[in-house]
């Protein structure tokens, strides 16, 4: 069975540059032919959409976070990461990995790891 | 970008009774390839990831009950519990994944009543 599972710093100070990576195991990036992106929720709130990268390091992002978000994958580690730079308290929120189906909705996703942005 | 309305922000249904929740697009969301409408379902229960339920508007996710269905005309939409059972406690949400930002719903929460 599929599981993916963030790991994440916890807590990131304002200006600093937040990183998460998932790993997947029950399955492969490099040949799922799938997506694979990430979700965030910030505390009591709803979710907002980060963006995605496939196994060719092929990416699309949300244009609100585009020039702070950089995606990647390693196939070779059954991992893909999101850094997000310059953060900000509204930038504390829980962030998922998740799989795309066969479109871009998200079929499985990881239990989330909360990011505090806080000095 | 697409605004997804759902109504209402909170729900209150008795044990065995239907429970409906309704999603609005500020635009259509109709995927000329398949004819199809870009609509997802999740629920969220407390403590949990979101759970797909439902895609391409009323399809079912493998494993969901089918006391769980989806539909839609134009830029409505709907999803039906048909039989509230304890277990349905949970915040539902639907996605349109149309056109990049793809955007949730604000969420409708759930209650046994």
């Known amino acids: 069975q599929l599981q993916l599972q963030e790991s994440g710093p916890g807590l990131v100070k304002p200006s600093e540059t937040l990183s998460i990576t998932c790993t997947v195991s029950?399955?492969?990036?490099?040949?799922?032919?799938?997506?694979w992106g990430w979700v965030r929720q910030p505390p009591g709130r709803g979710l907002e959409w980060i963006g995605g990268?496939?196994?060719?390091?092929?990416?699309y992002i949300n244009r609100s976070l585009k020039s702070r978000v950089a995606m990647s994958v390693d196939p070779s580690k059954n991992q893909f990461s999101l850094r997000l730079s310059s953060v900000t308290a509204a930038d504390t929120a829980l962030y998922y990995c998740?799989?795309?189906?066969?479109?871009?909705?998200?079929?499985?996703w990881g239990q989330g790891t909360l990011v505090t942005v806080s000095s | 970008d697409i605004v997804m309305t759902q109504s209402p922000d909170s729900l209150a249904v008795s044990l065995g009774e239907r429970a409906t929740i309704n999603c609005k697009s500020s635009?259509?969301?109709?995927?000329?390839?398949?004819?199809?409408?870009?609509l997802a379902w999740y629920q969220q229960k407390p403590g949990q990831p979101p759970k797909l339920l439902i895609y391409w508007a009323s399809t079912r996710e493998a494993g969901v009950p089918d006391r769980f269905s989806g539909s839609g005309s134009g830029t409505d939409f709907t999803l039906t519990i048909s039989s509230l059972q304890a277990e349905d406690l949970a915040v539902y949400y639907c996605q349109q994944y149309y056109s990049t930002p793809y955007t949730f719903g604000q969420g409708t929460k759930l209650e046994i009543k």
């Open positions: 029950g399955g492969s990036i490099g040949s799922s032919g799938y997506f």
């Open positions: 998740a799989k795309y189906g066969d479109y871009d909705y998200f079929d499985h």
């Open positions: 635009q259509s969301i109709l995927y000329s390839s398949n004819n199809k409408k870009s």
């Open positions: 990268v496939y196994y060719s390091g092929s990416t």
